[in-house]
């Protein structure tokens, strides 16, 4: 009877615990993506925080909200999407471009990890309730949580990290980007670098305009490069778009047999999948290369590590901290503000990529942020 | 009976049983789960104590968010009504000898039916809610039958059975919520929110579905012990064989019983559809079957205990959130304190530390009706 009670319990403790730890992903203690950002970020220079802040680095430990409603005290609360701050993703970058504001600012920050999505509201209440200055919300899958708690606590700024606004709401700003500048960037890599001429991709669908705006980029990129090189964009169908890895690893896998050589993998876990291929190709790193997206996705899917060239890159972590900031100065823009784009450091593929490439892309990805190169975008997705 | 026979899960024995005199086994019933309960949050609270935090400053943070305020009591009630009801689904299994371990696929099937009987029609309220709750429990019984058919009829075992169909069903319910059922014209994989005349509303601040969820405790308990089908239920629970001789259909029973737990299941997922979400996103439903199993095992297979069981469950949950933002403690600690009560019910550690002089005068504590 004991024993047979054993087994079951044990079978059902088992069951529990791998359930949890599935949901909370795998979290290692590893520095962020935005190590290799933090360091060309502006110094905080013009202003100084008070003489009495500056003597040690703001912290949990050296203050607390117990008085947020005071005009002096500045506090700024993230909330993160189903994961954790350390998750190498949106939630991560989110928070350490958090904290850098809150560093800047003098202010003090904490966090709180959502498990589950139907406490959307009652994580940022938390916040709300001990009156917190700024509100950071992680992802677009919080974009209406954000809208309804904006309008709840109107004295409150928020900022929906990812979250594109259709109608401007005045104390929400919304961190979106130029999904095409950072597509044009890893683009005229990519035509760099092809020895066949042919490069491809697997993104998800584009009738969401980001992926489209990608995607196009992408093209224009590898065009401007080099003006000989075969470019296919290829789409998933709106249905599933971001949940289909086999598609993806078909596509991708398609493109390589058909000659292309570098495959732009953008698309959730669509995208993923087209990265996982082509790591397996025999010439993965060294005649076969992978593109990822949105974060530095050397962090977020290891087994692509070897095949991955770089990411196009939404700069959150300092898009985050120029917002915080600018919410707490009181010089927030309501609606859509674009953060800074760009491309993640090469890592295995360093060895790879010539030193006349990268020093092309580096004068590239300057243009784009000055202006002076167009990607032909938005217009493009009229295309 | 044969130790490695997965259907002879005996706890529906320790229960207060009524053929039996003598008031041990009830109070057994009870102290077991809660000094496990004790137990496990000594334990847990060492774990927060060696992350800087004072444990008791803890757990009251914990507590007083759940139970000192309005919003705080309507949110663990919100958080206890699915569990109450898949503790029950799997309640229900145990009594009968079957592990369900698929209630969190049936609670998915369920939830997506309401979801779409809810949404795909305009009736009137009176209507509409029992229509969309009876669709989503006709699903999770459906779902539940397959594994049920296969254990009563071709003997497959139902752990394996439910553990697997749990698979298919969040690969189903994700096609379903991505393609036929999805709202249109947005990138969310979800279905269109539920018509407002299927919704659950609030009694003051006691949600409606809180209330099915007692009633429904409150059934099962009265039907396990006063009528015929549970009688049958317990007796094919207890001894299949013997219940087979005392002319009780036993395969017809235990496929009743995998759609009745299946049912409860999908009921589970209906009443968070139409009383909390208001639509099926699969996100929204993670866990919820699996601390099923959580809250049967620490009822005991008591369906009235599986009301403070889950409460348990939905105080931690809904207090992990501000534990965090008192404390910084991650929210997962309340997932270690509910893994150690749960091994220290099923696990005989504690029966044995309390048991142990008793045990010793009674010759058979528990295993009374089976016979090992």
Redesign the interface.
């Known amino acids: ?6 087994a ?6 088992a ?3 791998t ?2 730890s599935s ?2 992903g795998e979290a290692a203690p590893e520095p962020a993506p935005a190590a290799s950002e933090a360091a060309p970020e502006p110094a905080p220079a013009a202003s100084e925080p008070a003489p009495a802040a500056s003597e040690e680095p703001v912290s ?1 430990a050296t203050m607390d909200d117990s008085d947020c409603a005071a005009p002096a005290n500045i506090c700024v609360g993230l909330v993160t999407d ?1 994961g954790k701050v350390d998750d190498k993703s949106f939630n991560q970058a989110a928070w350490e471009g958090t904290k850098l504001a809150a560093e800047e600012l003098g202010a003090f920050s ?1 966090y ?8 959307y509201a ?2 940022i209440a ?2 709300a309730g001990k009156s917190y200055d700024v509100i950071v919300t992680v992802g677009f ?1 919080m974009g209406e949580a954000t809208i309804a708690a904006a309008a709840e606590y109107p004295s409150v700024k928020f900022i929906g990290v990812d979250q594109f606004q259709g109608e401007p709401i005045e104390n929400l700003a919304g961190l979106v980007f130029d999904e095409s500048k950072a597509g044009y960037a890893v683009g005229y890599l990519a035509g760099l670098m092809t020895k066949t001429n042919k490069i491809g991709s697997a993104l998800g ?1 584009d009738t ?1 305009p980001p992926v489209k705006l990608f995607g196009e980029g992408y093209k224009a990129g590898a065009l401007a490069a080099n003006p000989d090189v075969k470019v296919t964009l290829v789409y998933h169908e709106p ?5 289909d890895p086999e598609w993806g690893a078909n596509e991708a896998r398609k493109q390589l047999d058909q000659g292309a050589d570098i495959i732009f993998a953008a698309g959730g876990a669509t995208g993923n999948g087209g990265l996982i291929e082509v790591a397996k190709d025999p010439g993965a790193g060294t005649t076969v290369f992978c593109i990822g997206v949105d974060i530095d996705q050397f962090y977020t899917v290891p087994q692509a590590a070897k095949c991955l060239l770089t990411s196009a890159e939404k700069k959150l972590v300092s898009g985050t901290q120029t917002l915080v900031v600018a919410a707490a100065g009181g010089s927030m823009t309501p609606g859509n503000n674009f953060g800074p784009t760009g491309i993640a450091p090469y890592h295995d593929t360093e060895g790879a990529v010539p030193e006349d490439v990268k020093t092309k892309v580096q004068e590239v990805l300057a243009g784009l942020e000055d202006g002076t190169i167009d990607t032909g975008c938005p217009a493009c997705l009229d295309n | 009976m044969s ?1 490695t026979d ?1 259907s ?4 529906g024995h320790t229960d207060p049983d009524p053929m039996r005199a003598g008031r041990w086994p009830r109070v057994q019933a009870v102290a077991i789960p809660v000094v496990s309960v004790l137990l496990a949050f000594a334990l847990g609270g060492i774990l927060i104590w060696l992350q800087g935090v004072n444990p008791f400053y803890a757990y009251w943070v914990l507590f007083e968010n759940a139970l000192g305020s309005s919003e705080g009591l309507l ?1 663990v009630m919100q958080k206890s009504t699915p569990l109450i009801l898949t503790g029950l689904a799997v309640t229900i299994g145990l009594r009968t000898g079957l ?1 369900n ?1 698929g209630a969190q696929g049936q609670l998915l099937v369920g939830a997506i039916g309401a979801a779409w009987a809810g949404y795909n029609f305009q009736l009137p309220a009176l209507i509409h809610i029992p229509f969309a709750i009876a669709f989503g429990m006709l699903c999770g019984a459906a779902w539940a039958s397959i594994a049920g058919v296969l254990r009563a009829y071709r003997s497959v075992s139902e ?1 394996i059975t439910t ?1 697997m169909l749990n698979a298919v069903a969040i690969a189903l319910v ?2 379903l919520a ?2 036929p059922l ?1 709202e249109p014209d947005q ?3 979800r279905t269109p929110p539920v018509a407002d005349s299927a919704a659950l509303p609030d009694f003051g601040t006691v949600p409606a579905g809180f209330l099915i969820a007692l009633a429904v405790a409150i059934f099962f308990s009265w039907f396990l012990t006063r009528t015929n089908q549970g009688f049958r239920f317990n007796t094919v629970g207890m001894n299949p064989n013997a219940a087979n001789y005392a002319g009780i259909g036993v395969k017809r029973t235990i496929f009743l019983a995998m759609a009745v737990s299946g049912a409860l299941a999908g009921l589970g997922g209906a009443v968070e559809t139409l009383g ?2 208001g639509r099926f ?1 699969p ?2 439903n ?2 919820l079957g ?1 601390d099923g ?2 809250i049967a ?1 620490l009822a005991r297979a008591n369906p009235l205990a599986t009301i403070p069981a889950a409460l348990l469950v939905g105080i931690l ?2 207090g ?3 534990l ?2 008192e404390t ?1 403690i ?3 600690v309340v ?1 270690v304190i ?2 150690l009560t ?2 220290f ?4 550690i504690v ?1 044995r530390l309390l048991l142990r002089k008793k045990t010793q005068k009674r010759t058979s504590v ?2 009374g009706g ?1 016979g ?1």
């Open positions: 009877m004991h024993r047979k009670i054993l079951v319990g044990i079978a059902a403790a069951l529990f615990l359930s949890c949901s909370t949990a189903t904490k709180i990890e959502t498990t589950d999505p139907k406490d009652n994580n938390q916040f899958l669908t969401v249905n599933n778009a971001f949940g | 130790v997965p002879q899960t005996d706890l949110r592990f371990i752990v553990i994700d096609y991505s393609r999805k990138p969310i994989t909390i979400t996103e996100t929204f993670a866990g699996f199993i959580t095992l949950r809904s992990a959130a501000t965090q933002f910084g991650e929210p997962e997932d509910l893994a749960l091994l019910v099923a696990a005989p029966s528990d295993s089976g090992v």
